[in-house]
């Protein structure tokens, strides 16, 4: 048994106050073909279960509310419920595919289940297939479910030793549960250690103190840097100026995608200066505005603020399958019309967050849970979702995907489509996956306010045209050297 993390609890109550979110994050996973059986594919996925074991593992609610909900093994686990298989009609299109990742991703996961579903997905075009992952955000974010491919795939077109004996076996279908995994821990327990964790809150607080003052000097300093994050975080965290973006939404999803190679982001990043973070925000910005000047709406200063998160994990922490994240809140400067100049103002209100340790106050805010008793912490929460939300407008995440191939069942992979949810009012997220040298961009949108989905889409992707054409023109200007 395992308890949620405050970050994770988080995710599980921002879907219990809002009738209209699904918290799940996913990804596409496009192969070569031929696409293999569902045996067999069900079986190499059995066959890697033990790597990941929070799969095994389903939510349970503790009584009253009087700690946060945990993770217990599943004694009656069936790998295949949470396996599906399904079939593109003719001709397998993008947006085919889009169509059918709206339609999942806007379904609940059910929390009588591990909350997890994988989809087979065959009739793809040039004779490819697709595996959808999805995954609930109380178990996983985006760095450790990406990690999740390299647990799943291999690294060369031969598959582990374990999965080819599990794929060429006879028998029954292939299950993960075996009947021995112990009974879910009753009500009474539940309760029972959440009270137990609540009166050991108060030594724990003044352990947490008592380490503090033991180096009064560094603690000074991180109070300092944190109130300073504050300040900037509570200034940035405004409501947003009015526009078509932000609103109430519906349950169903639109989603699509744009494509750009990862060498171009790298030499505008090279000739106009800033990071890949820089670039790829700048192209979405690029985005944003021009569903605004389609829709006939004149794009103005603060009417994009995007919520992103940041990666707290260090080198070696990609398998821990928890959230470990902060946040910040960027202005997308939909306003300026230059390209470069648009990129410009996204370095500078990036570089100004990072200076400001903007990441230390949404992270000084999660690690206060640790010691705020959980039915208080769980009120704030649900007051907070409750409240109307005009600050943010989207969210936008980026993630560092494999640099090398994968290889699923001895099918090479050949893209990676990621997908970001979205809830309360934000009618539009963007979420960034790089792959083998190209990116792309998942847009996920509210189906009754955003039919204009494509115009994102070829946004983004001119976005990045745009800033090629600004890079060349800067290294001519720049000239031989």
């Known amino acids: 048994m395992q308890r949620l993390n405050p970050m994770d609890a988080q995710f599980v109550g921002a879907e219990d106050e809002d009738a209209h979110a699904s918290m799940a994050i996913a990804c596409s996973a496009i192969f070569e073909g031929p696409a293999p059986s569902y045996r067999e594919f ?3 996925v059995a066959s890697r279960l033990d790597a990941a074991p929070i799969f095994r593992r389903k939510l349970l609610t503790v009584p009253l509310n009087l700690g946060p909900p945990v993770w217990a093994e599943d004694p009656d686990f069936d790998l295949r419920y949470h396996v599906r298989q399904t079939a593109l009609p003719t001709p397998g299109s993008d947006e085919q595919l889009g169509n059918l990742m709206a339609r999942v991703m806007g379904q609940r996961l059910d929390r009588d289940y591990p909350l997890w579903e994988y989809w087979l997905v065959e009739g793809l075009r040039r004779g490819r297939w697709a595996l959808i992952l999805k995954v609930h955000h109380a178990m996983v974010d985006g760095v450790a479910g990406t990690d999740l491919y390299r647990v799943l795939f291999d690294q060369s077109p031969e598959p582990s030793p374990q999965a080819r004996g599990n794929l060429y076996s006879t028998g029954t279908m292939p299950t993960a549960g075996d009947g021995q995994a112990a009974r879910a821990p009753s009500s009474a327990r539940l309760a029972y250690q959440a009270a137990l964790d609540m009166a050991a809150l108060p ?4 352990l947490a103190l008592n380490g503090a003052l033991a180096q009064p000097g560094d603690a000074i300093r991180r109070l300092a840097r944190t109130v300073r994050a504050t300040a900037k975080l509570a200034a940035s965290v405004r409501p947003a100026v009015p526009s078509s973006l932000h609103g109430p939404i519906g349950r169903q999803r639109r989603y699509a ?12 990043k090279r ?6 973070n820089d670039v790829v925000l700048a192209a979405a910005t690029s985005g944003f505005r021009d569903v605004l000047l389609s829709r006939g709406e004149e794009p103005s200063p603060h009417m994009v603020p995007s919520l992103i998160p940041v990666s707290l994990r260090t080198s070696g922490q990609e398998c821990s399958y928890e959230n470990r994240v902060s946040l910040l809140v960027a202005d997308l400067p939909v306003h300026v019309a230059e390209p470069a100049d648009r990129l410009a103002t996204v370095r500078a209100e990036m570089s100004a967050l990072k200076e400001a340790h903007g990441p230390s106050a949404a992270q000084a805010l999660v690690a206060l849970g640790h010691y705020t008793p959980y039915p208080l912490a769980a009120l704030v929460v649900r007051l907070g979702y409750r409240l109307p939300q005009r600050d943010i407008v989207t969210v936008t995440t980026n993630v560092p995907g494999p640099a090398e191939p994968l290889y699923g069942l001895g099918r090479k992979l050949v893209e990676i489509i990621p997908y970001v949810p979205i809830a309360t009012t934000l009618r539009t997220g963007v979420s960034i996956l790089s792959y083998c040298g190209n990116l792309t961009f998942g847009i996920t949108a509210d189906y009754d306010t955003t039919p204009d989905i494509d115009v994102m889409v070829h946004g983004i992707e001119r976005g990045i045209t745009d800033l090629l054409k600004a890079a060349g023109l800067s290294q001519a200007a720049a000239g031989p050297k």
């Open 42 to 44: 069900i079986a190499s």
């Open 203 to 206: 030594a724990r607080t003044a």
């Open 257 to 268: 995608w744009a494509r750009a190679s990862l060498d171009d982001v790298k030499t505008i």
């Open 271 to 276: 000739s106009l200066g800033g990071t890949v």
